[in-house]
């Protein structure tokens, strides 16, 4: 707690506008980085096309970008921290299975639940509504077992349970659901930026800025509970409270974002790993900021792989985040100690 | 007062009729046999768990009522549980020691700094203080814990089984080291302990479980009174009140 992060953080803040620019600017047309400065800054470019595709297509994706790096590297780093194991994340806990879950509801239940007029009526709006509900109700479950559990290790085992439970359900709704239904729920599950209008990002953001707000109060609660549950209690730390208040945080950002951009993998357990080899440090202090920088930072680049620039394809950037993601984890349990 | 572990469905009771006062600037030990009710004494001393009946009062206020930041300025920890593995330095974990006195962000003040020094000096663990503390040996670690509650400088310390992984060397050291801060600060120091043969000549007061009883008084007192006889129901050891020691017969 006695050393200083400056040049850290001033890197990392140069790195995030340089990968926002760079993002914004590939895919399958190229747009110069000054255009792209002069689009954002002065609402102009040279060509027409160019201002439209930066205004409604490339900027709402790199904003979308960071808010989704941002928020689970929060989730993630929350979750490593409660139940002081390396392994822990918003995917273990079984939320983004819950908002899969109202996903998997929405397009394959359909057929038999009557779900069509329900989704015709609230069309853009219905899939988030559902997937932040299942998170939510998930969550609320977590809540009530995490209360009759003493042991923090078996509220990750619930969690794992929930996720299976879940995914059971998701099959047998494949099961009795069209081709067309299944496609469309795959299509979700690959995870997407894109697609997401003004009036959904400024939900997206509001919701986070509340949650992140949220999270720097937790700071000095996270930091006492590096020394188990009874050593934070002993310094005054009201668990029951704070326990509550990190799930409820947690959940809010992966429901929204699982809601609106799909389940994004590893990224939740990978970039709270990142950060403490980086920082070398468990202060929150410097870990809630470090890890929202590095989630924005490294979701960018993902993006920017993911749109294969020069090319007309984009890939799933679920897969992306796999490819980058499974690879670090394996790499840090090998070399350094799984410390949390 | 009744101490034991409660859940919805039943209640179980370690030990009952519960009754003593503690004066401040004591050494104390708590010694008995093995699941007899030591931890859950201090547990339930500590508030990290709820008496079953009877109430603990704390300069004269229940500490069921007091909330637990004001108590964590009056009472603090060193407990038996390994701590998780985190990246955590020895400076930095006294210095969590200072979290009923810092800010929301947990920014140490020129006081919280000053603090852990002085804990850190005084536990003869300032040169270790850029350490992982998962690089520490058990009796640096004991001395490090112990230098986290003097940084929350609080006028009770409560030790579990601070030597329980400890050489004869690192036992006496720490237990000296307690004995210096209950002569030098006037602290009030409760330790649970196996080390009976060595709480005999430290101790100012043994709080002693036995089968049927739990007794407390001063170590002269109770070898007087015979007491440490109940201590084992075994035929093998004995205690020896010439020796002042407990002593292992072969049979």
Redesign the interface.
Known sequence: MNKTYTIHFAVLAILLVITFVVNISVGSIFIPINEVFKAILLGDASKDSWLTIVTNYRLPKAIVAMLVGSGLAISGLFMQTLFRNPLAGPFVLGISSGASLGVALLFLGSSFLGGSIFFSVFSSWSLPIAASLCALLVLLLIITTANNVKNTMSVLIIGLMFSSFTTAIVSILSYFSDAYEIQQYVFWGFGSLENLSWKEIYIFMFVFLIAIAFSFQLIKPLNSLLLGENYAKSVGINIKKNKHFILIITSLLTGIITAFCGPIAFIGLAIPHMTRLIFSTSNHKILIPASLLIGAIVLLVCDCIAQLPGSEFTLPINAITSLFGAPIVIWLLVKKRNFV | MTIGYESRKKTNVVSNNINFSIEKGRLIFILGKNGIGKSTLLKTI???IPSIAGTILCNGIKIKTL???????Q???V?T?S??????TV???V???R??Y?N?????SDID?EAVKKALIQTETLHLQNKPF?ELSDGQLQRVLIARTLA?NTDIIILDEPTAHLDMHHTVNVFELLKKMVQEQQKTIIISSHEINLALQLADDIILFTEDKVYKNTPKNLIKDNIFDKLFSSEYISFNSNLQQFTFSKG
């Open positions: 500590s508030k990290t909330p637990e930041q004001q108590l964590a300025t009472l603090s920890l407990l549980e701590l998780p593995e985190s990246l955590l400076y930095e974990l210095a969590l020691g979290q009923p810092t929301w962000v947990d920014t140490l700094k998962l929350q």
